[in-house]
C-alpha cells in the first residue's frame, strides 16, 4: 500500500470529519485510532487519517504521538502528510499545536509550513489572519467559553507564535487569489527571512484549491479539513489519485439497538439534544455526581435497560458554560473533564456489552473515550450525515458489525441526532 497522503488528527471528531471529507473529493479512505498495528488489514487506499487523543494532553506527548504516526505513514509512501488540527484552533499558549508542527516540520526537513484552519463550508475563514466563526471573530465566538481551550485571541498569527518556536509569517488574501505562483512566492520570501511557519487566508473553497496545490510542494502541511479538500483535489488533478473512488463502506445492514450519547458542552449540541427531546428517551445526567462516583454510570445503564428496546435512547452529560465552570472550580478542570469522559466511556462499554451496535457520539473529548474503551482500530468511512460527520463502520472491532457517528460538538443540524440514526441502519 502506497498512500497519496498520509494524515494526523488530533482527536477522533476531526479524524472523522477529514476522513468525511477526503471521501467525498474521491480519495478512498480509512480512519485509524491510533497509529495500527501490523496485524491489522486494511484496504488498498488512497488516504489513512491517523486518529490520536492528543489536542489536550501535555505536550511532549502529543509530540511523541505525533512523530509515531508521522513515521508509520512515511513508512507507507505517503510524501506529504497533514497535521489535521480543529477548524477553530482549539489550543492554549502551551500548546499543542505549535509544538507538534515544530516536531514534524524538523522531521520533514521543510524550511516553512503552511497552516490554515479555513473551512468556508462550515463557516471557519482565515481574513488577514484572523479566524472567523461565521460572521464573528474567534474570539467573540462561543469558543471563548471552550472548557478546555477557551480562544480569547482571533489572530493567528500571534495564537501561533505564542507556542512555536519558530517566527510565524502571514500569506493574505490579496497573494492567495492571484493563485499558486503567487503564493509560492510570498513562502519563498518569508523562508528566506527565517519564518518558518505562514498562516494562509482563505475565504473561499477556490482558496483552499490554491493552498492544496502548493501545499503539496511540501512534505507537511497543517490545518482543518479544508486544507484536506485542497489537498485531496490537488491530488487528483495531478493524477496521484483516481477521482470517483465509491464509498469503503459496506451496505449491509447492522441493525440492533441504538444510542447517543452526547459530552460536548458547545451551544450546537446542547440545542440538539434539545430537539432529540421529541423523537427519543433522553436521560440528563448530573455531573456533580459523576465525579463523586460510579452511581451515575449506574443509573444511566439501568435506565438504558428499561427503554432499549422500545427505540432509541440518548443520555448526555453536557451542561452549560457557567455549569461547567462551576464544575472545574469545585473539583478542578482537569479532574472533572476526565471524570466525565470516563463515565460516559463506562456508560458505552455497557451499552455495548447489552447489545447496542449503533452509537452516535457528539463530542471530542467524549468520542475519544468510549472509542479507546470499545477498542476500536479502525473505521471505513461511509455516508455523511452532515458537514463534516460520516458513518463509520468499524474495521477489527472485538463486538464484531458495528456503525457509529463521531461528532464534534458544533458540528450538525438542529436534529442531528435523528438524522444520524436514519442513516445508520
Not at 477522533?12 to 491489522?40: C, F, H, K, M, W
Not at 519563498?188 to 484549491?209: P, Q, T, W, Y
Not at 450519547?261 to 445526567?285: F, P
Amino acid at each position: 500500500m502506497k498512500l497519496a497522503l498520509g494524515c494526523i488528527a488530533d482527536d477522533y471528531t476531526g479524524a472523522s470529519d477529514l476522513a468525511n471529507t477526503l471521501t467525498r473529493a474521491g480519495l478512498r479512505t480509512v480512519q485509524t485510532i491510533g497509529v495500527p498495528s501490523e496485524e491489522l488489514d486494511l484496504p488498498d487506499v488512497d488516504a489513512v487519517v491517523v486518529s490520536l487523543k492528543s489536542r489536550s494532553i501535555e505536550a511532549g506527548l502529543a509530540v511523541s504521538r505525533s512523530r509515531a504516526a508521522d513515521k508509520w505513514l512515511r513508512g507507507r509512501g505517503a510524501d506529504h502528510v497533514l497535521f489535521k488540527i480543529c477548524s477553530t484552533f482549539d489550543s492554549t499558549d502551551a500548546g499543542n499545536i505549535g509544538p507538534v508542527m515544530d516536531a514534524l516540520r524538523a522531521d520533514s526537513g521543510d524550511t516553512i509550513v503552511l497552516v490554515t484552519p479555513a473551512f468556508p463550508e462550515t463557516g471557519r475563514t482565515v481574513y488577514q489572519g484572523n479566524l472567523f466563526v461565521g460572521s464573528v471573530p474567534l474570539n467573540e465566538s462561543p469558543l471563548k467559553d471552550h472548557p478546555l481551550n477557551p480562544m480569547h485571541d482571533s489572530n493567528l498569527v500571534r495564537v501561533l507564535a505564542r507556542q512555536s518556536k519558530t517566527e510565524v509569517g502571514l500569506v493574505g488574501l490579496a497573494t492567495v487569489v492571484r493563485g499558486p505562483e503567487a503564493v509560492r512566492a510570498r513562502l519563498a520570501d518569508l523562508s528566506d527571512k527565517g519564518v518558518g511557519a505562514a498562516i494562509v487566508d482563505a475565504v473561499f473553497d477556490r482558496d483552499l484549491e490554491t493552498i492544496g496545490e502548493v501545499a503539496l510542494d511540501q512534505r507537511l502541511s497543517v490545518g482543518a479539513s479544508g486544507i484536506g479538500l485542497g489537498l485531496a483535489r490537488a491530488l487528483v488533478a495531478a493524477g496521484k489519485a483516481k477521482a470517483g473512488a465509491s464509498s469503503a463502506l459496506s451496505e449491509s445492514p447492522v441493525g440492533g439497538p441504538a444510542a447517543c450519547l452526547a459530552g460536548s458542552c458547545s451551544q450546537a449540541t446542547l440545542q440538539q439534544i434539545a430537539n432529540a427531546e421529541t423523537d427519543m428517551a433522553v436521560l440528563h445526567l448530573d455531573p456533580e455526581q459523576i465525579v463523586a462516583g460510579k452511581g451515575e454510570v449506574r443509573r444511566a445503564l439501568g435506565w438504558a435497560a428499561q427503554r432499549i428496546t422500545e427505540g432509541p435512547i440518548l443520555i448526555a452529560s453536557s451542561s452549560t458554560p457557567d455549569q461547567v465552570a462551576a464544575l472545574q472550580s469545585r473539583h478542578g478542570r482537569d479532574a472533572a473533564g476526565h471524570a466525565i469522559e470516563q463515565a460516559m466511556a463506562d456508560v458505552a462499554e455497557g451499552l455495548v456489552q447489552s447489545g447496542v451496535r449503533r452509537l452516535v457520539i457528539a463530542g471530542g473529548e467524549t468520542s475519544g473515550a468510549v472509542v479507546d474503551r470499545l477498542g476500536i482500530p479502525g473505521f471505513l468511512v461511509g455516508a455523511e450525515i452532515a458537514a463534516g460527520v460520516p458513518v463509520l463502520r468499524a474495521v477489527g472491532a472485538k463486538e464484531g458489525e458495528m456503525v457509529l457517528a463521531l461528532k464534534s460538538g458544533n458540528f450538525g443540524g438542529p436534529r442531528f441526532f435523528s438524522d444520524a440514526l436514519d442513516l445508520m441502519r
